[in-house]
């Protein structure tokens, strides 16, 4: 995660969550970047940054030193299982 300057909130990284009951086979795949307020639910995070076009992208995401930027990086990445 990443803190905003006032501590007000932060800046993470996730999956889309599963549909119930399908979660051991999900696709790991639509990383997206999100703002999360603190002392709020977190159904109203708010998407920031996503490549729908892109799934296989990961973003991984930091706060400048001087906190005046949050930086977002892309990486294609390869999840996969052998059964």
Do not use: C, M
Request: glycine share 4%.
């Amino acid at each position: 995660i990443a803190w905003v300057r006032d501590g007000s909130g932060f800046f993470y990284a996730r999956y889309p969550e599963p549909e119930a009951g399908t979660s051991f086979q999900a696709v790991v795949a639509n990383h997206a970047v999100w703002f999360h307020a603190l002392g709020t639910p977190q159904a109203e995070d708010r998407l920031l940054y996503a490549t729908a076009d892109q799934p296989v992208l990961i973003h991984t995401i930091e706060v400048t030193h001087d906190k005046r930027y949050a930086v977002v990086a892309s990486s294609p990445v390869s999840a996969t299982n052998t059964l």
